[in-house]
């Protein structure tokens, strides 16, 4: 019995999804173009020989009113993608998981070396530098942003 209660539950707010959704696009003529909060720059991949796992940056913009985390990532390209942190605890570092990053109201967050890095592992075809790779960057307000990264060589390798 619960189990119908949670499907039927389930049903519902998928009809009220699909009616709100039907509501906002029926309004997008008057909205503006770019409807997204949150925008990317300087996305580029540091690509490490013999697969090794890589590390992308990217610069995330919030015009927004509301902070939005980011809140997953995902790729066709890489069978893992994680947003991991480097911690340095006097001479050593270590890198650890982060669940989300926030990107605050009119303001902006940098994933950068000796920071925020998303760790790339799994590459799913041959990725070198001069590619472009993919990645879905997924907020906690519901939109997923599709962002092209340029592969760059780690640096002192050309
Ligand atoms: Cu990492």
């Given at each position: 019995?619960?189990?119908?209660?949670?499907?039927?539950?389930?049903h519902?707010?998928?009809?009220?999804?699909?009616?709100?959704?039907?509501t906002?696009?029926?309004?997008a003529?008057?909205?503006?173009?770019?409807a997204?909060?949150?925008?990317?720059?300087?996305a580029?991949?540091?690509w490490?020989?013999?697969?090794l796992p890589?590390?992308?940056?990217?610069?995330?913009?919030?015009?927004?009113?509301?902070?939005v985390d980011?809140?997953?990532?995902?790729?066709?390209?890489?069978?893992?993608?994680?947003?991991h942190?480097?911690?340095?605890?006097?001479?050593?570092?270590?890198?650890?998981?982060?669940?989300?990053?926030?990107?605050?109201?009119?303001g902006?967050?940098a994933?950068?070396?000796?920071?925020?890095?998303?760790?790339?592992?799994?590459?799913?075809h041959?990725?070198?530098?001069?590619?472009?790779?993919?990645?879905?960057?997924?907020?906690?307000?519901?939109?997923?942003?599709?962002?092209?990264?340029?592969?760059?060589?780690?640096?002192?390798?050309?």
């Amino acid at each position: 019995m619960s189990i119908r209660h949670s499907l039927l539950a389930s049903h519902v707010r998928a009809a009220t999804f699909a009616a709100l959704l039907a509501t906002v696009v029926s309004g997008a003529p008057a909205m503006a173009a770019d409807a997204h909060a949150v925008t990317a720059r300087n996305a580029w991949v540091r690509w490490l020989p013999n697969n090794l796992p890589a590390a992308g940056y990217v610069t995330l913009a919030n015009d927004g009113d509301k902070p939005v985390d980011l809140v997953g990532i995902s790729s066709d390209d890489y069978g893992s993608a994680m947003l991991h942190q480097t911690v340095s605890n006097g001479s050593t570092q270590k890198m650890v998981m982060v669940d989300k990053l926030t990107v605050p109201a009119h303001g902006s967050v940098a994933i950068a070396p000796g920071g925020y890095h998303l760790m790339l592992e799994d590459a799913s075809h041959k990725i070198m530098p001069g590619s472009t790779v993919h990645l879905k960057l997924k907020f906690s307000d519901g939109e997923t942003l599709d962002t092209a990264f340029a592969v760059k060589p780690p640096a002192g390798v050309q």
